[in-house]
């Protein structure tokens, strides 16, 4: 449990780890439920178009204790392939994206960033992360960077 009180659901675990054994899920996108007592699974999906998922957590929403729905934090596992750049060959590591917009409610960033840690510890094998807070963090090329040199 995390130090917000969220839980992580036994899905989030499952789906991860089909993402990193089966090779066939190129990612999950996970979010708080409504209630904010548990981290779930939001969406899966086996599409390599980087732009459909940066759609996804670009539009996603969230709704604050009273209901009201705004712009929504997100995390997210990416099996991310790259080239290297001496023609090497390619590589994949799985990626975690802590989505949190600058624009999101105070409430809702708060909450996500409390509960990351939670979720990333019962997801064995991530192989870097990346934090995004505004739509050109989570461009390909921006996300690619950090990727490459592994930053944690």
């Known amino acids: 449990m995390s130090k917000s009180g969220v839980s992580v659901a036994p899905e989030c675990i499952d789906k991860f780890n089909e993402l ?5 899920m190129k990612y999950v996108i996970y979010k708080i ?12 999906s086996n ?12 539009d996603a929403k969230a709704k604050d204790k009273r209901g009201n729905e705004g712009v ?6 990416y099996d991310f392939e790259y080239e ?5 060959g390619k590589r994949n590591k799985i ?3 802590a989505w949190s917009p600058d ?16 979720l990333k510890n019962s997801l064995n094998g991530i192989g870097t992360e990346v934090q995004a807070n505004d739509e050109n ?14 930053a944690r």
């Open 47 to 58: 599409d390599p178009d980087w732009e459909a998922f940066r759609k996804a957590l670009v």
């Open 137 to 150: 963090d989570i461009e390909y090329d921006e996300v690619k960077k950090q990727v490459v040199k592994g």
């Open 20 to 24: 990193k054994l089966g090779k066939e």
């Open 103 to 118: 624009n999101a409610g105070i409430q809702a960033k708060m909450i996500y960033a409390s509960s990351k840690e939670a």
């Open 33 to 44: 439920n409504d209630a904010y007592t548990e981290v779930v699974v939001e969406e899966t």
């Open 95 to 97: 990626t975690f994206i």
């Open 84 to 88: 290297l750049s001496a023609g090497e």
């Open 72 to 77: 929504g934090p997100r995390y997210a596992v």
